[in-house]
């Protein structure tokens, strides 16, 4: 269907459902306005009737007229009855009108059926004014009923009162309608008009309507379909010839000025004709350059059909495979590229061709044929494009030969040690993790072995590194050779190598003994002379080896490794050139030490450390002093013994805080004593352990909790061990002279334990020398004791040093200590170390 019948039959359909429903809407809106004239005229001939009515009424009862028999008719109600019954005579239409009642006097004025309705409804609804209803008669002619109420009133009870009261002619004609009240209801005026008044007078004016906006209408239809299709109809035709033509012609012609609107329409598709024309110059401008760039491209660039043969390639890819142009042209693209590389959707006879048409337009990386027979390394860009219903593709590659020589370096730089060619700790992690699963899988015990070669630093620092660096190639190629293929050997850092065994026995027992055989060899192997310098001929390696077996994936690589670390290190502490197998108490003890030390770390935090006071006495048993010893209760009960828990403290550097926490303490405590006369010459010795000790600014540190608190700094004693002051004796010295200067004592603790020059104790300006237990212990049995503690005390007297001694535990001890001029005592023969709270109770139970 073309066009214009197109939007004649839209602007008939509109039309015509515009004009019926228009017609329709007026013919409702004449019948209603009918309606309401006919309401409005039988208002006005009801009250012409009422209005008669009243008049007559009070004419008739003032003329003084005797009411008989024959003037009755005179009454407005017998004379409006009269009047109803004559007016067909005059008017035919069915109109007519009446006061009834549905108690009449008179007969003739009994109410219908309609009119009683209408009583019915003004008592129910007594302020209603008027009825007007349609209905349709017995004869089923349609006719309005118009229906007034009419109320007693004060001059009708002359004759509608008591019928006593009543004119004698009325009591004698009738026997009802008498006792009324002023507003009873009477009756109504009723008028019946016929309803062809009213469809007659809506007819009429319709039909007038009804053909005057017809005609209207077809005469405005006319115009408007003239003027769609002189403005828009002939414009879009033209428009879809011009469209047509860019089809049909190679030459497109621009359009004619249109009307209206369309001339901006007409104006743009010149202007898209103008652009569409540059557009074909500038894309065949565009074709030659592409060819040009094609040819010089460095890429080369070949194009195939679907049936997989080439139709085009480029200088480049006639440099890449060797052959020329026309020796390519219209031969299958296999026979430069293998067909697993190519497309599904070649159909050249016979391919099998394995790659997806889903990887079109994705840079991939496959191998080429040389003429000469040699393959290529080549990145491919595959893309296509549909034509005349064929599909064509296009092949962009490059050679990367070179680039995946270099990937492959790389990669050995990644995972290969540069100076042995060993895998390195990178590559030994991959191999671990499916040593792992391979074990899990197939039940068998693998083992790790970590070799550390002896005094390898001293080798390097004596001869230089180039040296070393000979030495572990050379033992790196003497391990290799005695290792089964399927096991990895690994150089993960300076001079420690890593050997993987795997699919070892499935007992555990018979794998230790596999593992252990090859350690040995291994060591037996590096034992045989080196001869890499003339000043290392003859030189045989010695080398600590750690293992540890494992089967299936429970343990995680990081555990394996240290489990071996740890089995290297126990080797190490067995005097090298020693094998060590991981046991599990090892592991039992690093855990247990950091299980201590993640305690320490909260311990202050929850306040679980305490300070024990064990007394310090004279030779007559007085108490002087005491030592503040640490002490570690858990916030479940459990007692840490010192021995387990100072060390780890002095690892981990939890000394510092510890020893700052205990050295607050004892100030606190020495403030206190400082309030009572009985406890204020008491004096509190601490230890310090060397980490503390050899702090920059340990001196500082003292001096300030000395001052913050006030404490008096003769009554602190500060036990130092060896260790801590012979490391750096001048400073050590300094600061010991700093403390000193505010009245704080020094005792050397543990004396003769270690190596102490006099020299340096002659040097230290310290105040006591602490003999150390494990003399005291036996120096009544031992001889030699004896004799170290009478040397100390020597010593200390030359030196005129004040001396104790500690661990003092029976009569006998203390007696030969006084003997040989020991006066100051510790130990358990005294007192054990006690809460401070105890130690008041029992050596100052009345103090204040």
Known sequence: ???????????????????FTLQYATYIFIQRESEEELLQSAERIRALLMATRRVYHHQFLESGLPLTDKTLGFLPAHALGLISKDIPNWEDSGFSFDNVSNIPRNADHQA?????????????????????VPFTDKQG??????????????YCLTCHGSKASAPATIRAH??????????????????????????????????????????????????IFLLIKRNVIWPIAKLNQGIESMGDQAQVEQLEALPGEFSRIGHAFNQMVARIKMKEAALKESESKFRTLVEVAQDGVLQANQRGEVIFCNRAAELLFGYREDEMVGKPLANLIPSRYLPQRFANGGLTLGRSTADVGRISEVVGMHRNGQPLQIEMS???????????????????????????????????????ALPNRRLLLERLKIARTNSARNGRYDAILLLDLDNF??????????????????????????????????RIGGDEFVILLEGLAPAMCDAVTEATTIANNVREQLLKPFDIDLLLNGYMATVSIGVTVFCGDGLSIDEMLTQVDMALNKAKAGGRNNIQFFDATIQQAISRRSHIEHGLKQAISRHELRLYYQPQVDSNGTMFGVEALLRWQKANGELVSPEQFIPVAEESGLINEIGLWVLQQACRQLVSWQQSSQTQALSIAINVSARQFLRSNYAAEVLYELTQSGARGERLKLELTESAVLQDVDAAKQKILQLKAVGVQFSLDDFGTGYSSLAYLKQLPVDQVKIDRSFVKDVTDNSGDAAIVEAILGICDSLALEAIAEGVETATQRDFLLQHGCGNFQG??????????????TFFPHSD
């Open 457 to 490: 630093k001293m080798l390097n620092d004596t001869h230089g590194h180039s040296v070393g660096d000979r030495l572990l190639v050379e033992v790196a190629k003497r391990i290799q050779q005695i290792l089964p293929k399927q096991d990895t050997m690994a």
């Open 828 to 841: 358990f023969f005294f007192s054990k170390p006690l809460p401070i709270e105890e130690l008041m109770a």
């Open 174 to 223: 009738y026997d009802a309608a008498y006792n009324y009240q002023v507003g009873d209801l009477r009756g109504i005026v009723s008028i019946k008009i016929p309803g062809a008044i009213v469809m007659q007078r809506v007819q009429h004016i319709f039909s007038m309507q009804f053909w005057w906006i017809f005609c209207s209408s077809v005469l405005l239809l006319l115009v």
């Open 141 to 154: 002619r349609q006719f309005y009923h118009y229906a007034r109420p009419i109320w007693v009133e004060p």
């Open 1 to 19: 269907m073309s066009l214009s019948r197109k939007m004649l039959f839209a602007v008939l359909a509109v039309f015509v459902a515009g004009f």
């Open 382 to 420: 595959l893309s296509s494009w549909q034509q005349g219903g064929e599909t064509y593709f296009v092949a962009v590659m490059r050679d990367i030969t070179e680039r995946k020589q270099a990937e492959e370096q790389i990669r050995t730089l990644a995972f290969y040690d540069p100076l042995t």
């Open 112 to 132: 219908d059926a309609i009119e009683q309705a209408a009583l019915s409804y003004f008592k129910q609804h007594p302020q209603a004014q008027r009825l007007f």
